[in-house]
């Protein structure tokens, strides 16, 4: 099994930014864990991070072939993405959304996510926690 990981936008200052709703841990770190998860669940991971939606779709879109799902944190682009949205739908691949806050208990307009109805699930609110537990659910869906 090969799950596709994509950390967006402003992701790469993890540890610097905002930790109060962040966490301190640097997206290498949060990298890290979830390589050992992925050994420890006898699974491959590949992991991408950008800033740009178009490459965060352009990744989507060639995991048509050669992966069985997609583990997401689409960052500010979950309230804004349709682009990234209609990408999932046309892989047809189990997609998790993960984010390290709750983004339901933020501001408004973080309230809405584009993605969350074309995902199997979303794991919101448990820091970097969020990622290892949306990757278990993901590999957990797909085995079933």
């Known amino acids: 099994m090969k799950i596709l990981v994509l950390h967006g936008p402003n992701l790469n200052l993890l540890g610097k ?20 998860l992925a050994t420890e669940l006898n699974i491959q991971i590949e992991i991408f991070q950008s800033n740009s939606e178009s490459e965060l779709v352009d990744k989507i879109q060639q995991a048509i072939d050669g992966f069985d799902g997609i583990l997401i ?5 979950t309230h804004t993405s349709i682009a990234l949205r209609d990408a999932i739908l046309a892989v ?11 983004i339901h208990s933020r501001e408004e307009f973080r309230n809405k996510s584009y993605l969350a109805p074309v995902c199997v699930g979303q794991v919101s609110g448990f820091g970097d926690k969020s990622y290892l537990l949306g990757l278990q659910a993901l590999v957990g869906y797909i085995k079933k």
Not at 92 to 102: F, Q, T
């Open 73 to 77: 944190n689409p960052a500010a682009y």
């Open 92 to 102: 047809n691949k189990p997609c998790v959304e993960v984010h390290l806050s709750n």
């Open 17 to 36: 930014r905002e930790p109060d709703k962040y966490g301190t841990n640097t997206l290498e770190e949060i990298n890290n864990s979830l390589k050992t």
